[in-house]
Nanobody
Framework: QVRLVESGGGSVQAGGSLRLSCVVS????????MGWFRQGRGQEREGVAV??????????DSVKGRFTISQDNAQKNVWTLYLQMDSLKPEDTAMYYC????????????????????WGQGTQVTVAS
């Protein structure tokens, strides 16, 4: 059974940093795509930073130069996904979700919510001005 478990959220002042982690497990082969989405209050869920099939990261414009996605696979069939968030702004306040997809549905839609089947429970990030 696939599981995605996020951690690392919290509250920071504007300009601060946070690092999110997500442990992905439960499948025997690597996901095609996995990454981070966020949903602010009253807003739609948006893709923030993801790894697609080519292995290179894709970022939404609003976080380029501030957020860095990375991953490791130190344990067999377990992937840990990270999101280093620097120079945080109040508009980064949201629930952050980890997502993964094992079919090609995400291939050309890496930042699209509907392209992903598996989701974590979310971790809250609050940035105070």
């Amino acid at each position: 059974q696939v599981r995605l478990v996020e951690s690392g959220g919290g509250s920071v002042q504007a300009g601060g940093s946070l690092r999110l982690s997500c442990v992905v497990s439960g499948n025997t082969w690597s996901p095609y795509c996995m990454g981070w989405f966020r949903q602010g209050r009253g807003q739609e869920r948006e893709g923030v930073a993801v790894f697609g099939t080519g292995g290179n990261p894709t970022y939404t414009d609003s976080v380029k130069g501030r957020f860095t996605i990375s991953q490791d696979n130190a344990q067999k069939n377990v992937w840990t996904l990270y999101l280093q968030m620097d120079s945080l702004k109040p508009e980064d306040t949201a629930m952050y979700y980890c997502a993964a997809e094992w079919t090609g549905a995400c291939r050309s839609r890496v930042l699209v919510e509907s392209a992903y089947t598996y989701w974590g429970q979310g971790t809250q990030v609050t940035v105070a001005s």
